[in-house]
């Protein structure tokens, strides 16, 4: 059956391949089991699967001189992940009430140690390496799904909070209760383009002064829908990110955003990008958006990040957690035309490129309608 | 004429302007959004050309036809510059990962002494808390049982098959079936059930 999973995976990305230039896929003699081989699109580094099935699947992932091996089977609902780099050992199981249980520990030793950036780093290069496979198989590949899932929730694990822990599934909001998946902006909306803005808030320490109410000390601090801790219009979408440090654009009109990362500016108030609101780190594989998920990346890209000393979006984190890998996915991934990040035309796009049905330009200042025809 | 109907015309005339007015009240300050919120889709399948000045004026942003022909020439140009952004893309994403210390050796534990307790954690009942933690020690008991039998190859057993890293599987996931457990006779209902 493998070979046949294979064969099929090659013949599904030789095609897509020679139309987009994505990521590519090969089959290697293997000797008894052939392998899948992921090519990452970007030079993001090279994915060998030995095995690759609905019920299972184990790898390895070679990037930056870095060997990340993996294993994924799903048995009746309950999944087991479990994935060594670096010396380390991060270890999942999945059960049906939707409740997970973590661990990560010292290979060498078996003690407790914690989550890096560069552990986070590795983490997310594979999950974005996997978007195309997981895009075409993980509806029928569940080890694949969860996987992937699971991947993208350590690439957002912040430092400051304990590698072995239990989260436990929401009691009201199984399914698509907290699900932003009628907001998230997509193809198909049309010749007529109405973007979809959505509210994103959070809380922390940060003190704008002593007399405001605006993130002051009556509050500790901002609280939560604070003016300077919200973002009015987040565009939410699976937008690719700019260069900048978190990858998000930010701005005061939806007309004039660009890549960096604002510090509790009230006047900013317009934001998208970097797969913004998405439950993991950036853009990748899996489509869930929820108000979690969504608050969670306003507070690390607004003015706080993963790695925070103070801890400020550990909560966010921790409310976001369950939504990575229990809720459906929203889908919406993008056919972009023409990436401007990294070029002297990011965050400059020309004007006459906006709206004009001259393929989709991504990171420009502002949302090209084209994206979503 | 007499004045009724000079009075009908008038109103007649004064609404059609009103009208007019409005419209064209609403069109300017559409055009005047920084993003277009028109929703006018074409009912019947005109000319490419056609369709393409019509998609793009009802995204609030005419495009006359004489533009057209420049604006699909730009679309290879835009391609060129598009590659080469890649390369400029790849650089810029190394060079933000090369400053990480890769070499660096592993950490302790994070602290975790102000544990962030999410509030729908908060929130979920202690009856409800205790049925997920029961069912999340049976899953682990299971998935233990599996890792302990020679027949089932190496699942979940750390990937080198070595005795040494099983064995610490085995005990990292036996020592957290006793926390949990632990959590659960200590507290009782209502027990959180975290690590350490």
Request: hydrophobic share 40%; glycine share 10%; net charge negative.
């Amino acid at each position: 059956m493998e070979g046949g999973w294979a064969l099929r995976g090659m013949g599904f990305f030789a095609s897509l391949c020679a139309l987009s230039g994505c990521a590519s896929a090969a089959l290697e003699p293997g000797g008894e089991q052939e392998k899948v081989v992921v090519v990452a699109p970007e030079e993001q580094g090279l994915v060998t699967f030995d095995e690759l099935t609905a019920a299972r699947l184990e790898g390895s992932y070679e990037y930056r001189g870095e060997t990340l091996r993996f294993e994924s089977e799903a048995r009746d609902g309950v999944y087991y992940v479990t994935v060594t780099l670096r010396g380390m050992v991060l270890s999942a199981t999945l059960d049906t009430t939707g409740a997970f249980d973590l661990d990560g520990y010292n290979d060498a030793d078996g003690t407790d140690t914690a989550m890096t950036a560069v552990d986070r780093a590795l983490i997310h290069a594979l999950e974005s390496a996997l978007t195309d496979l997981y895009r075409a198989r993980a509806a029928e590949l569940p080890a694949l799904d969860v996987f992937s899932r699971t991947l993208g929730l350590w690439s957002d694990y912040p430092d400051t909070v304990a590698l072995r822990r239990m989260f436990y599934a929401r009691h009201e909001r199984k399914g698509s209760g907290s699900s932003l998946c009628d907001n998230l902006n997509k193809p198909g909306q049309g010749s007529g383009f109405v973007p979809r803005y959505t509210w994103a808030s959070h809380d922390c320490l940060k003190l704008k002064g002593v007399f405001t109410t605006d993130c002051g000390p009556l509050t500790a601090g901002c609280a939560y829908g604070n003016d300077s801790s919200t973002l009015d219009s987040v565009f939410m979408s699976m937008h690719p990110g700019g260069s900048c440090g978190d990858g998000r654009f930010f701005g005061t009109s939806a007309a004039n955003m660009r890549c960096y990362e604002p510090d509790h500016d009230s006047n900013v108030e317009f934001a998208y990008g970097d797969c913004f609101g998405r439950c993991g780190l950036g853009c990748g594989g899996s489509t869930q958006f929820t108000q979690a998920c969504l608050d969670h990346d306003a507070c690390v890209s607004s003015g706080h990040w993963t790695a925070n000393p103070l801890s400020a979006c550990d909560d966010e984190f921790a409310e976001a957690a369950v939504d990575y890998l229990v809720l459906s996915n929203c889908g919406g991934a993008l056919q972009i035309d023409y990436n401007w990040a990294g070029s002297s035309y990011e965050g400059a796009c020309p004007a006459s490129w906006k709206n004009a049905n001259d393929g989709c330009d991504a990171a420009c200042q502002f949302v090209d309608g084209d994206c979503f025809r | 004429m007499n004045r009724p109907k000079a009075k009908v015309l008038i109103a007649v005339f004064a609404a059609a302007l009103l009208v007019a007015g409005l419209l064209f009240h609403r069109g300017s300050s559409l055009r005047s959004l920084a993003v277009s919120e028109a929703s006018v889709a074409p009912a019947a399948q005109p000319p490419l050309a056609a369709q393409e000045r019509r998609s793009a004026a009802a995204i609030g942003r005419a495009i006359p036809l004489s533009e057209l022909a420049s604006a699909r020439r730009t679309r290879e140009e835009k391609a060129t510059l598009a590659v080469e952004s890649e390369a400029a893309r790849i650089a810029q994403r190394e060079a933000k990962l090369d400053p990480l210390p890769w070499g660096a050796s592993r950490p302790p534990p994070a602290v975790d002494g102000d544990h962030a307790v999410s509030k729908s954690e908060a929130a979920l009942p202690a009856a409800e808390k205790v049925r997920q933690t029961e069912s999340m020690i049976e899953r682990l008991r299971e998935r233990i049982a599996r890792a302990e039998q020679p027949s089932v190859r190496p699942a979940s057993l750390v990937f080198d098959g070595s005795s040494r890293a099983r064995e610490r599987l085995l005990a990292r996931m036996k020592r957290r079936v006793a926390e949990l457990e632990q959590s659960l006779a200590r507290e009782g209902p209502g027990a959180t059930a975290e690590g350490q």
